[in-house]
């Protein structure tokens, strides 16, 4: 999707601070941080809605939260 912003920061079309890459997901400091290092973990396969997912997408992407958690 050419228009969705998430899709041109994980394909590196916009610069972001990232903080974790996989071949399936990215983490990236927020530009505009509710709190000191609010980050967004994200699937690199555009989605609309998490509920677009599998199951095993979802529970890879919650993997990688913990990894970056920490």
């Known amino acids: 999707m050419t228009d969705c912003i998430f899709c ?8 972001a601070e990232v903080i974790y890459e996989d071949e399936n997901y990215l983490v990236f400091l927020d530009l505009m ?3 000191e290092g609010h980050t967004l973990v994200i699937p690199k396969k555009h989605n609309s809605m998490i509920n677009e ?8 992407l ?3 939260v913990l990894k970056v958690s920490k």
């Not at 041109?8 to 610069?15: A, D, G, L, R, V």
């Not at 199951?55 to 890879?60: G, H, L, S, Y």
């Open 53 to 60: 997912l599998t199951e095993e997408e979802i529970a890879n």
């Open 8 to 15: 041109k920061i994980s394909n590196h079309e916009i610069p």
């Open 62 to 64: 919650f993997k990688v």
């Open 33 to 35: 941080p509710i709190q």
